[in-house]
């Protein structure tokens, strides 16, 4: 059900190719005072992005992978410092965590050397009210 919706999703938005897709500004860096990358997520006029826990009935969950990381170590998964909206969604008929205008999340890490990097691969699914926009991911480098 989930693959279907998703692609009802893909081929509806095939018109907004044209378009702007950049409807979510993204960037990362790292918060020495909390030992953390902190991971911001700006959002244009009404579009917004979902949580990591959305139910499996629900859009597809954001999603945070770190890879080639080097003179760090990550301590548990991403949080979600900003406090979602829930609400039931009548685009998918379950109850949705989403964020809208500006969202933020948290990373904890341990430094193991003086200078660190990674590759920071988000990947998300952003609707308005009236569409959404097939999932994708966008790759950030983040050095400290």
């Given at each position: 059900?989930?693959?279907?919706?998703?692609?009802?999703?893909?081929?509806?938005?095939?018109?907004?190719?044209?378009?702007?897709?950049?409807?979510?500004?993204w960037?990362?860096?790292?918060?020495?005072?909390?030992?953390?990358?902190?991971?911001?997520?700006e959002?244009?006029?009404?579009?917004?992005?979902?949580?990591?826990?959305?139910?499996?009935?629900?859009?597809?969950?954001?999603?945070?992978?770190?890879?080639?990381?080097?003179?760090?170590?990550?301590?548990?998964?991403?949080?979600?410092?900003?406090?979602?909206i829930?609400?039931?969604?009548?685009?998918?008929?379950?109850?949705?965590?989403?964020?809208?205008?500006?969202?933020?999340?948290?990373?904890?890490?341990?430094?193991?050397?003086?200078?660190?990097?990674?590759?920071?691969?988000?990947?998300?699914?952003?609707?308005?009210?009236?569409?959404?926009?097939?999932?994708?991911?966008?790759?950030?480098?983040?050095?400290?």
């Amino acid at each position: 059900m989930r693959q279907l919706l998703l692609l009802s999703f893909v081929l509806i938005t095939m018109a907004a190719v044209g378009q702007d897709l950049d409807m979510i500004q993204w960037s990362a860096s790292y918060n020495e005072a909390t030992s953390s990358i902190d991971i911001n997520a700006e959002m244009k006029d009404d579009w917004v992005i979902y949580s990591q826990h959305t139910p499996p009935e629900g859009p597809l969950p954001l999603e945070f992978e770190f890879d080639n990381l080097v003179g760090f170590e990550l301590q548990g998964p991403v949080t979600e410092l900003t406090e979602p909206i829930v609400n039931m969604s009548e685009m998918f008929g379950v109850e949705v965590m989403k964020f809208k205008k500006k969202a933020v999340f948290a990373q904890s890490v341990k430094k193991t050397a003086k200078e660190a990097s990674a590759q920071l691969t988000v990947t998300f699914m952003t609707c308005d009210s009236k569409r959404c926009l097939p999932p994708r991911p966008i790759t950030l480098k983040i050095t400290f």
